[in-house]
């Protein structure tokens, strides 16, 4: 390194007070990490047989806290921490009120704390609560209070998360009245402007349905409709896991090739055909339920397809940018330049194998996305398999990666070990090609997806692609790598922190080849690309929740709630499963309807 | 705004890739005929399946020549009728609900596959073929007890049926 990038300031230099924010989101979501990361291995040696340390019927509450404390802890939390850095880097300036920041934080710590401990209170009997509704808390199962409560207050911090970047966007456009957006704060506001709309209906939800009933203010709850407005929350909230990694793929990956972004103007309007199409989409989820008509399936259906489109060209940019960093570096021919790379650099590395298992699940995206195909695999473990790759990949291995990069920047410590950080970014790679392969295979014989015990006692499984145990073995030794691979990235990350901090950290990122000067000025009005997203929802969400409501009723067609939390149930469970193997049905009839003990 | 040559191509094909797909699946609708479950049946009261006149007895119902009807109830944790059985190379259509909370219904190694959510009807037709046996599951999370749900349709031949049928089998 030269001497001028020896005295350039890094990002804690230049913004120790937003770095520190940086760091403390990060580490709530590398805790998040953590406890998913146990809670994941507990239940790939449940699910495969290979050693179930718990009862049966705590594997719900396992599966819950796996979801919730890695799709709403890991992944929100890490985004916040990247944002803030990604919006303060590149406006240049500091955000309005620390404290406003600050008050984000604790927010979204408060929430996801009480929405913690309700679901891990379901692991003992001495404490009444349990939230094991699995992170689509479909009603009429019902969770403790709390478990809504902390949601809410964790999406209300993200709300004002939000809108602490948008008011340093308006304070720099005070300032700097006829520039362009700077990529970075463009990508994080259209993401915000995304979210907003997608939390408005799963904050509708909560607050007027699912909230009031779990406190006893309402007796039930039309279940289609709290599940549509689940789903219009439930697969915008996918693309929010996912923009950190694009941000990082589009803005720094290109960097650490060696190289810049290949275009400006196309990475804008990706962004904002995410902003576009992740919300009108979500009853691709709801293609196999009754009571929702086959055309406003196919409406979904046809704008999820065109929500391919922006992940496309994606594929397109960022391999196109490596390209060129790998010819800056002296790369040659038509797949020689490949060579050049630096893939002894776990952040480079790390995000180049995620993309590539991004692109292996959006192949398996597109089946699910196929309507009718969709019958095959709904609910089956083909959909965690899929959803493994994207967020559990594409998004996940991108975020440890991307840390490698930037902990440093925010820290001045420079990482502990660098091939510890590649071995365990391949481990990764290594561990979900096979967990993720055999869960893909399972789903086609039919395995279900959500359940503690795969094997049943009426019927057995056909074999192909390896029968249903011999791909257990391969879910369990994948997840086993999964998990060690997650051990190695944290104790990386301790041990940087260990670190003495130095000076000569600082890194730059270029601006793109085609800069915003190419790209038309309409990319950047915001105001007209969410009134055209809320048309798009309204134009694919009105009618359905119109015809919902009008056949169940706004709240429900008379059913009872089955609350989650009520102790004495656990235990009579046990006792069924324990003599499962004999005959199922007789056992259950025999220990009386359990409807009637739930309730 | 300047797109490089190559990259018109790349979205020229994808525009391509998706209009396939969709087109696909809009040749599985109307060639193969794969109907969707959708809203074809009217809502429920769940809170009073007994007073239903197809659900307050599940059952397998002969309504043509090789034509049959299956009301089905799912429920904390299991299938009524359960085994379902129907004889070989015919239509099957199943009507299945839900007395408690949201099941589901798969067919294993079949895309015979619904939600089942209180309230409402799924229904969904399939085409039977020789005698064989199948496994059902559960295929939503329906509670703590959700892995012991299954069933199982019992495809047979037309002579054991009509046996079955008269030995007072509950098929």
Same mark, same amino acid.
């Given at each position: 390194?030269?001497?001028?990038?020896?005295?350039?300031?890094?990002?804690?230099?230049?913004?120790?007070?937003?770095?520190?924010?940086?760091?403390?989101?990060?580490?709530?979501?590398?805790?998040?990490?953590?406890?998913?990361?146990?809670?994941?291995?507990?239940?790939?040696?449940?699910?495969?047989?290979?050693?179930?340390?718990?009862?049966?019927?705590?594997?719900?509450?396992?599966?819950?806290?796996?979801?919730?404390?890695?799709?709403?802890?890991?992944?929100?939390?890490?985004?916040?921490?990247?944002?803030?850095?990604?919006?303060?880097?590149?406006?240049?300036?500091?955000?309005?009120?620390?404290?406003?920041?600050?008050?984000?934080?604790?927010?979204?710590?408060?929430?996801?704390?009480?929405?913690?401990?309700?679901?891990?209170?379901?692991?003992?009997?001495?404490?009444?609560?349990?939230?094991?509704?699995?992170?689509?808390?479909?009603?009429?199962?019902?969770?403790?209070?709390?478990?809504?409560?902390?949601?809410?207050?964790?999406?209300?911090?993200?709300?004002?998360?939000?809108?602490?970047?948008?008011?340093?966007?308006?304070?720099?456009?005070?300032?700097?009245?006829?520039?362009?957006?700077?990529?970075?704060?463009?990508?994080?506001?259209?993401?915000?402007?995304?979210?907003?709309?997608?939390?408005?209906?799963?904050?509708?939800?909560?607050?007027?349905?699912?909230?009031?009933?779990?406190?006893?203010?309402?007796?039930?709850?039309?279940?289609?409709?709290?599940?549509?407005?689940?789903?219009?929350?439930?697969?915008?909230?996918?693309?929010?896991?996912?923009?950190?990694?694009?941000?990082?793929?589009?803005?720094?990956?290109?960097?650490?090739?060696?190289?810049?972004?290949?275009?400006?103007?196309?990475?804008?309007?990706?962004?904002?055909?995410?902003?576009?199409?992740?919300?009108?989409?979500?009853?691709?989820?709801?293609?196999?339920?009754?009571?929702?008509?086959?055309?406003?399936?196919?409406?979904?259906?046809?704008?999820?397809?065109?929500?391919?489109?922006?992940?496309?060209?994606?594929?397109?940019?960022?391999?196109?940018?490596?390209?060129?960093?790998?010819?800056?570096?002296?790369?040659?021919?038509?797949?020689?330049?490949?060579?050049?790379?630096?893939?002894?650099?776990?952040?480079?590395?790390?995000?180049?194998?995620?993309?590539?298992?991004?692109?292996?699940?959006?192949?398996?995206?597109?089946?699910?996305?196929?309507?009718?195909?969709?019958?095959?695999?709904?609910?089956?473990?083909?959909?965690?398999?899929?959803?493994?790759?994207?967020?559990?990949?594409?998004?996940?291995?991108?975020?440890?990666?991307?840390?490698?990069?930037?902990?440093?920047?925010?820290?001045?410590?420079?990482?502990?070990?660098?091939?510890?950080?590649?071995?365990?970014?391949?481990?990764?790679?290594?561990?979900?090609?096979?967990?993720?392969?055999?869960?893909?295979?399972?789903?086609?014989?039919?395995?279900?997806?959500?359940?503690?015990?795969?094997?049943?006692?009426?019927?057995?499984?056909?074999?192909?692609?390896?029968?249903?145990?011999?791909?257990?073995?391969?879910?369990?030794?994948?997840?086993?790598?999964?998990?060690?691979?997650?051990?190695?990235?944290?104790?990386?990350?301790?041990?940087?922190?260990?670190?003495?901090?130095?000076?000569?950290?600082?890194?730059?990122?270029?601006?793109?080849?085609?800069?915003?000067?190419?790209?038309?000025?309409?990319?950047?009005?915001?105001?007209?690309?969410?009134?055209?997203?809320?048309?798009?929802?309204?134009?694919?969400?009105?009618?359905?929740?119109?015809?919902?409501?009008?056949?169940?009723?706004?709240?429900?067609?008379?059913?009872?709630?089955?609350?989650?939390?009520?102790?004495?149930?656990?235990?009579?469970?046990?006792?069924?499963?324990?003599?499962?193997?004999?005959?199922?049905?007789?056992?259950?009839?025999?220990?009386?309807?359990?409807?009637?003990?739930?309730? | 705004?300047?797109?490089?040559?190559?990259?018109?191509?790349?979205?020229?094909?994808?525009?391509?890739?998706?209009?396939?797909?969709?087109?696909?699946?809009?040749?599985?609708?109307?060639?193969?005929?794969?109907?969707?479950?959708?809203?074809?049946?009217?809502?429920?009261? &769940?809170?009073?399946?007994?007073?239903?006149?197809?659900? #307050? $007895?599940?059952? +397998? %119902?002969?309504?043509?020549?090789? @034509? *049959?009807?299956?009301?089905?109830?799912?429920?904390?944790?299991?299938?009524?009728?359960?085994?379902?059985?129907?004889?070989?190379?015919?239509?099957?259509?199943?009507?299945?609900?839900?007395?408690?909370?949201?099941?589901?219904?798969?067919?294993?190694?079949?895309? &015979?596959?619904?939600?089942?959510?209180?309230?409402?009807? #799924? $229904?969904?037709? +399939? %085409?039977?073929?020789?005698?064989? @046996? *199948?496994?059902?599951?559960?295929?939503?999370?329906?509670?703590?007890?959700?892995?012991?749900?299954?069933?199982?349709?019992?495809?047979?031949?037309?002579?054991?049926?009509?046996?079955?049928?008269?030995?007072?089998?509950?098929?």
């Amino acid at each position: 390194m030269s001497a001028a990038i020896e005295s350039e300031p890094t990002f804690l230099d230049k913004f120790p007070q937003e770095a520190r924010v940086v760091r403390a989101s990060f580490l709530s979501a590398f805790f998040a990490l953590f406890l998913g990361a146990v809670f994941g291995i507990i239940q790939t040696l449940h699910r495969t047989d290979i050693a179930r340390v718990i009862p049966s019927t705590d594997y719900y509450t396992l599966l819950t806290a796996h979801g919730v404390f890695l799709v709403i802890s890991f992944t929100v939390f890490f985004l916040v921490g990247l944002f803030t850095w990604a919006v303060t880097r590149s406006l240049d300036r500091p955000l309005v009120n620390i404290k406003i920041t600050w008050t984000w934080y604790a927010l979204m710590a408060g929430g996801i704390t009480m929405t913690g401990i309700s679901i891990l209170a379901g692991f003992t009997d001495a404490i009444d609560m349990s939230a094991a509704v699995l992170f689509t808390f479909y009603a009429p199962l019902q969770a403790h209070p709390l478990f809504y409560v902390g949601l809410t207050v964790f999406i209300i911090g993200t709300w004002v998360a939000g809108a602490d970047w948008f008011r340093a966007w308006l304070a720099w456009k005070r300032d700097n009245p006829d520039e362009r957006i700077p990529l970075q704060t463009f990508m994080v506001l259209t993401t915000m402007a995304m979210w907003y709309i997608a939390t408005s209906a799963i904050a509708a939800s909560v607050l007027i349905f699912l909230l009031p009933w779990s406190l006893g203010l309402i007796d039930q709850v039309n279940p289609t409709l709290t599940r549509t407005l689940f789903w219009f929350f439930g697969h915008p909230v996918v693309y929010f896991w996912l923009m950190p990694a694009y941000l990082l793929w589009y803005t720094v990956l290109p960097k650490i090739a060696g190289g810049r972004l290949f275009s400006d103007p196309l990475a804008r309007v990706v962004f904002v055909l995410f902003l576009l199409l992740s919300t009108p989409v979500g009853i691709h989820h709801q293609y196999l339920d009754p009571g929702i008509a086959e055309g406003f399936k196919f409406i979904s259906m046809t704008n999820t397809m065109f929500l391919l489109l922006p992940s496309l060209l994606t594929a397109f940019t960022v391999v196109a940018s490596v390209e060129y960093g790998a010819r800056q570096r002296g790369g040659t021919g038509l797949l020689g330049w490949l060579t050049e790379l630096p893939w002894r650099n776990p952040a480079f590395t790390g995000m180049m194998l995620a993309g590539l298992m991004f692109a292996a699940g959006g192949f398996s995206g597109m089946v699910n996305a196929g309507m009718n195909i969709n019958y095959m695999i709904h609910n089956t473990i083909w959909v965690p398999g899929h959803f493994h790759l994207t967020v559990g990949t594409a998004v996940a291995l991108t975020m440890m990666a991307g840390t490698y990069w930037l902990w440093p920047q925010i820290s001045n410590k420079p990482i502990y070990s660098n091939p510890i950080g590649l071995f365990q970014v391949v481990l990764w790679f290594i561990g979900m090609a096979l967990m993720s392969n055999a869960m893909h295979a399972q789903g086609i014989l039919g395995v279900p997806r959500r359940t503690a015990e795969p094997e049943y006692a009426g019927f057995e499984y056909a074999s192909s692609f390896g029968g249903f145990g011999e791909l257990n073995i391969q879910i369990a030794i994948g997840g086993t790598l999964l998990f060690v691979s997650t051990i190695l990235f944290l104790g990386n990350l301790v041990l940087t922190m260990g670190n003495p901090k130095v000076s000569g950290l600082a890194e730059t990122l270029p601006p793109a080849l085609s800069g915003p000067e190419d790209a038309p000025q309409v990319l950047d009005n915001l105001r007209l690309w969410v009134t055209i997203a809320l048309v798009l929802v309204v134009l694919a969400y009105a009618l359905p929740i119109a015809a919902i409501i009008n056949r169940g009723g706004l709240l429900g067609p008379g059913v009872e709630a089955f609350p989650v939390w009520l102790t004495p149930t656990s235990q009579l469970l046990t006792d069924a499963a324990a003599v499962l193997v004999g005959n199922v049905v007789e056992t259950i009839t025999a220990s009386g309807p359990l409807t009637e003990v739930l309730r | 705004m300047h797109i490089h040559a190559y990259e018109k191509l790349w979205l020229a094909a994808s525009i391509v890739l998706i209009l396939l797909l969709i087109g696909s699946v809009t040749y599985g609708a109307v060639g193969p005929g794969v109907a969707m479950v959708a809203d074809s049946e009217p809502p429920i009261d &769940a809170g009073a399946l007994d007073e239903d006149d197809r659900f #307050a $007895e599940p059952r +397998v %119902e002969q309504v043509g020549e090789n @034509e *049959y009807e299956v009301y089905v109830v799912a429920y904390q944790y299991g299938f009524d009728p359960d085994p379902i059985v129907v004889p070989e190379d015919s239509t099957v259509t199943f009507y299945v609900t839900a007395e408690d909370v949201i099941h589901g219904f798969q067919i294993v190694e079949t895309n &015979a596959n619904t939600m089942v959510v209180p309230g409402e009807v #799924a $229904e969904i037709t +399939v %085409e039977v073929d020789e005698p064989s @046996e *199948y496994g059902i599951v559960c295929n939503e999370y329906c509670g703590p007890g959700h892995h012991v749900m299954e069933g199982t349709l019992e495809v047979v031949s037309q002579s054991e049926y009509e046996e079955r049928i008269e030995g007072g089998d509950d098929a």
